[in-house]
């Protein structure tokens, strides 16, 4: 935790008792759940890595791998009317959305995950029948804000959702995910200052993963964390380790909190690394730009290796359980099914199942949709 | 109310406007305003003077300076549920929030494949004519004209402005408003406007004036020196009509055709630079759909492509002008 002179936890808790943790109220239950969560998260992103390799996937693949702490952290604090604004490199969230309401729960709030692997298939069973590619998709049903290829593009929505929630009366929040590149997109800061402005009850998840597709973070901006950019907003800025599940989970709760007590948005830097190049497509020339020891080092600190470590120490699980499944600290080559509980490879396979049974969209729906109405 | 309707009154461009807002609020609580400086001081034009007073900062958002921001806010609240009309406070600063309005806005009822649309309408001030140099004299309609999933409506009377900015505020898509703001107070133009509710439709021409020897279809403040043009032709012996378009987006197409069966000749007047400008977009549809009706080539006038310059002489030489269309119409009638 960075302790500055404007040290962002002191300035969250100001003028109030020392915040609990959200983390001490969980049981071993919640441990269990956020461990499959996090195996659930890891499953898709190498199952689709796969599927990508044997060629049945169209378009490019944005690898959550090794940042699915920071995903499942931070929903696993959100109430079902909650809004999320995932980007391309949270394609789980779109299904995990409210998994806390149980996975299979129809009154879930969040995709199914035949929706999802629908959309990543390109098939009539996407969200959006396929017309935008990979986490273009969204839901006002499910409160999932549609993304663009825009960074930082829908932090404006996310702003507008609330502002409409509270004239309804609602004390709903926004949750955005976006890659610490997009920090320096102007809309980034017109968006977070319009919320400062009006207290609005929207949280900025910067997944700060060191690069941005082949840019270090040094060539980013100049700042040791960047949470501390909240100061500028009159924000609390948070940072958490992105690759700790609890770490990213009591950070969100707390800005949650604070939002839902009308205190408006913050800002939660979580520290992270990008186990791949940013897309499928960069994969190979990855290491043109990012030496392969850096790759090794960021790599080893895995979120599902370190929440098993927790649990050992909390006596949640007994080292021989938590050897079974060893997914953590493999690649997507690596791994198999084996590696995962087979709840999670099942959940994964309904969807690809559905995905490849079900039709293209028909080609005449490409002119559909431009407006509601001709004039 | 000071924007009560009042029989018999005639009223400028600008009242028309200021009507349907505030019309449009009363009876449509969806409906939030945004934009820079429209709640004490009520836009810098006073567009929509008294709307806060009316129904408070709940409703009526001063908004910081930020462009992208306030459209991209916007289009939160029509996701969720909301109506909005946006303000620029001069549509050149629309620049300043074009991704929000054409990636994020204007897509999102085709990417959703109809589950979204954004009923939200995006007005400024437009236009030369006025020494408002190269950022307070824009016509950038063909920017968005070129995006699809946004209609774009360009009134040029009273009567048109309020009931086209009704239609606009009640449309579930994302409409653009230029508004001329050259038009807005000009005393010649005031009329009484109807008392009860009314819109105008999107998406309809006007035939502002008869005439069976040429067609000119132009919009915006054009209109009137293609007016003028068309009354100086009549004194010798010509008939001009002159088509309003009204509308760009949607483009009434069937009105121009039908008027070139009668005229067999056209010409197209716009202040915007000419290349990939609308007027060319008219010249080659009709050009496509009404070729064997056309007995001369069809022409057009715009502004050069040029920026909008600051003084007098050099804005006039860049711009449309009586003389110019009048010249241009003389031609192509005695083709």
């Known amino acids: ?375 | 109310m000071a924007t009560a309707t009042e029989t018999g009154v005639k009223k400028n461009f600008l009242t028309g406007l200021k009507e349907a807002i505030a019309e449009e609020m009363e009876s449509n609580p969806n409906l939030i305003c945004m934009g820079e400086d429209i709640g004490a001081l009520g836009g810098a034009f006073g567009v929509t003077d008294g709307l806060i007073a009316r129904w408070g900062r709940e409703r009526v958002i001063d908004m910081p300076i930020s462009e992208a921001a306030i459209v991209g806010v916007a289009a939160g609240l029509c996701l969720n549920g909301k109506s909005v009309m946006v303000e620029m406070q001069f549509i050149d600063f629309i620049s300043c929030g074009f991704d929000q309005i054409v990636n994020m806005t204007a897509t999102y009822h085709y990417r959703t494949a109809g589950e979204v649309n954004m009923p939200m309408v995006i007005r400024g001030p437009a236009g030369a004519y006025g020494g408002g140099a190269l950022y307070h004299s824009q016509m950038n309609e063909a920017w968005f004209a070129n995006s699809p999933g946004i209609k774009i409506i360009v009134p040029s009377t009273p009567y048109d402005a309020k009931g086209m900015m009704k239609a606009a505020l009640r449309n579930p898509d994302p409409v653009l408003v230029y508004e001329i703001k050259d038009l807005y107070r000009r005393r010649d133009l005031e009329e009484v406007l109807p008392e009860e509710d009314y819109i105008v439709p999107l998406g309809k021409a006007s035939v502002r004036r008869e005439g069976d020897d040429l067609t000119i279809v132009t919009y915006g403040q054009n209109v009137y020196h293609c007016l003028e043009a068309a009354k100086n032709l009549e004194k010798e012996g010509y008939h001009v009509e002159v088509i309003d378009l009204r509308s760009l987006v949607p483009l009434d197409e069937a009105t121009i055709i039908e008027s070139l069966k009668k005229t067999n000749r056209l010409l197209v007047v716009n202040e915007a630079p000419m290349t990939c400008g609308f007027a060319g977009e008219v010249l080659s549809r009709m050009s496509e759909k009404a070729f064997e009706y056309l007995d001369a080539p069809p022409a057009r006038i715009t502004r050069l492509d040029t920026p909008v310059p600051w003084v007098k002489p050099l804005e006039l030489f860049v711009l449309p002008s009586v003389e110019q269309i009048t010249e241009k119409a003389l031609k192509l009638i005695k083709y």
């Open chain 1, 1 to 375: 935790m960075a302790t500055t002179k404007t040290d962002p936890d002191q300035r969250h808790n100001e003028g109030r008792e020392p915040a609990k943790l959200a983390s001490d109220l969980l049981t071993a239950d919640d441990y269990h759940e956020l461990l499959k969560q996090l195996y659930m998260a890891r499953y898709f992103d190498v199952r689709l890595i796969k599927e990508k390799k044997r060629g049945r996937l169209r378009g490019t693949l944005y690898s959550s791998h090794n940042q699915e702490g920071i995903i499942v952290g931070a929903l696993y604090g959100l109430r079902p009317t909650d809004w999320i604004s995932p980007i391309h490199r949270d394609m789980p969230a779109f299904f995990m959305k409210d998994f806390r309401s149980g996975w299979d729960n129809p009154e879930r709030v969040g995709m199914t995950i035949e929706e999802v692997c629908g959309q990543v298939w390109g098939k009539v069973t996407s969200p959006g029948r396929a017309r935008d590619n990979w986490s273009h998709i969204g839901s006002r049903a499910k409160k999932i804000i549609h993304s663009t290829s825009m960074l930082a593009g829908t932090i404006p929505a996310a702003v507008g959702v609330t502002l409409a929630d509270r004239l309804n009366g609602l004390d709903s929040v926004a949750v955005t995910f976006n890659g610490e590149g997009s920090t320096a997109q102007g809309v980034f800061h017109e968006a977070i200052n319009f919320a400062a402005v009006e207290k609005l009850p929207v949280i900025t998840i910067i997944e700060n993963n060191q690069w941005a597709y082949g840019t270090p973070t040094h060539y980013e901006y100049s700042l040791e964390d960047f949470a501390r950019r909240a100061d500028g907003f009159g924000i609390p800025g948070l940072v958490a380790d992105g690759q700790d599940v609890l770490d990213v989970y009591n950070k969100v709760c707390q800005a949650v909190e604070f939002s839902r007590a009308g205190n408006g948005p913050s800002i939660v830097e979580c520290k992270t690394f990008r186990s791949y190049g940013h897309g499928d497509h960069d994969d190979d020339r990855a290491e043109k730009y990012r030496p392969e020891e850096e790759v090794e080092e960021g790599r080893k600190r895995d979120p599902i290796a370190i929440m098993k470590k927790i649990m050992v120490e909390k006596g949640f699980l007994s080292p021989a359980e938590a050897a079974k499944f060893p997914a953590e600290g493999k690649g997507a080559s690596e791994v198999t099914d084996e590696d995962f509980p087979p709840e999670v490879v099942a959940y994964l396979n309904r969807g690809v199942e559905s995905a490849v049974n079900a039709p293209v969209p028909e080609a005449h729906e490409g002119g559909m949709w431009v407006f509601r109405e001709e004039n």
